[in-house]
């Protein structure tokens, strides 16, 4: 979710403060996985929900397993870089999905969430609920410079 370009209100510039900070979280977080799971640097659009979310779920496992292992070098990790998908002449390999959608009905059902997702009127009233959400649970609360 984009931020709100020019907050005016108290309630408007925290939701914009707080979802910038979560926003930079997150994509640090998943660029970390990226870099360390190729699966993840692939558009994922056909992909059923449940699928991702076990794929995603066993990144973060993995990754932490690694993490654990490895906590004795990190004074020399190593580059993010490494994990890049290059074969020795340079070129990069395309990853293709094993779970192409094949029946009609998933083909439906993909485009009637996608236009579900892209709805105007849907996101307004969902950064609205969440804005009022963030009001009520930290609007008392002095914002940080």
Known sequence: MKSLPLP????????AKRQESTRKDVERAFGVLQARFAVLRYPALT??????QKIMTTCI???NMIVEDERHLYASYA???????ETE???????TS????EDTNEVQEYILNRTHLEDGSVHRSLREDLMEHIWLKYGQIPMEE
């Open 8 to 15: 005016q209100t108290p309630k408007e510039m925290l939701f």
């Open 47 to 52: 992909w059923d929900e449940n699928m991702l």
């Open 61 to 63: 496992i993995l990754h």
């Open 79 to 85: 580059d993010p870089s490494q994990y890049n998908n």
């Open 89 to 95: 002449e340079g070129e990069t390999l395309v990853q």
């Open 98 to 101: 094993e779970h192409a959608v």
